[in-house]
């Protein structure tokens, strides 16, 4: 039996399908306003804050689908890597804490370096874990193994009917390599 939380995600995904299908997907289609600005603020923001380094900083907002006041959804895709997106120094192995305003569903999240040619390479990848019934605190834990050039997290954010995509920069410290015995 499917919970109440897969069922939302099995509705919005079915809804964002029928919405890539275009006008022969019907009303759906038609109530998709365009997006220049994100509608809804709440579901917009998504602060990071470091365990070790006791950094705090607004992830930078990419791709989403969020619904708005007059009933339409404003969607926009923006392809990654975004520019400009804040940094914090991590340490490999370190918990981080993702903090909404408003409740999330589900969060997954990936790391990855950025090459010449302004492409992501992805390095690992996850899911989040909820820290709080309100379900606006998350937590994600880097591998222990992540090297130095993980350069950008990546979180997917996943509502009740709504998604939101945000990055931030890293700057990762590698765990410390065990002495060797003599």
Known sequence: MRSSGDR???????????????PAAG?????????????VKDLTVMIVKTTNSKQSVQA????????????TYSCKEIPAPLPNVPRVKVNAGETI???FKSPVGYVTWRTARVNGKKQEILISQGEGDQVTKTKKRWKITLPKTMKKNATIVGV???????????????DVKPAKKPAKKK
């Open 27 to 39: 009303a759906l289609a038609q109530t998709v306003a365009p997006a220049d600005k994100p509608p």
């Open 97 to 99: 804490s993702l903090l």
């Open 156 to 170: 997917f954010a996943q509502y009740v009917n709504a998604y939101a995509s945000f990055e931030f920069g890293i």
């Open 60 to 71: 930078t907002l990419g791709s989403y689908c969020l619904p708005s006041d007059d009933g």
């Open 8 to 22: 939302r995600r099995l509705g919005l995904i079915a809804a964002l399908t029928a919405f890539a299908a275009g």
